[in-house]
């Protein structure tokens, strides 16, 4: 957050995309899981379980 602060104060953070190809279903799920519980924000690997979450945050935050 930080180093995005250094560029534009006011960056917003409205989810994470991990690359969990190297782990298993179950360890890809605790990481993602991990990440969720440690920033408060929706946390997906794009390419295992698509990106509904941030689409859905991205909504919220600049509704139509």
Do not use: I, K, Q
């Not at 995005?4 to 279903?25: I, Q």
């Not at 990481?31 to 991205?58: F, K």
């Amino acid at each position: 957050r930080e180093a995005a602060a250094l560029t534009h104060r006011d960056a917003a953070f409205l989810g994470v995309s991990l690359n969990t190809s190297a782990l298993d279903d179950a360890d890809s799920e605790r990481a993602l899981a991990a990440v969720r519980e440690e920033t408060g924000l929706p946390c997906v690997d794009p390419l295992r379980g698509g990106v509904g979450p941030l689409v859905d945050a991205l909504l919220a935050r600049f509704p139509r």
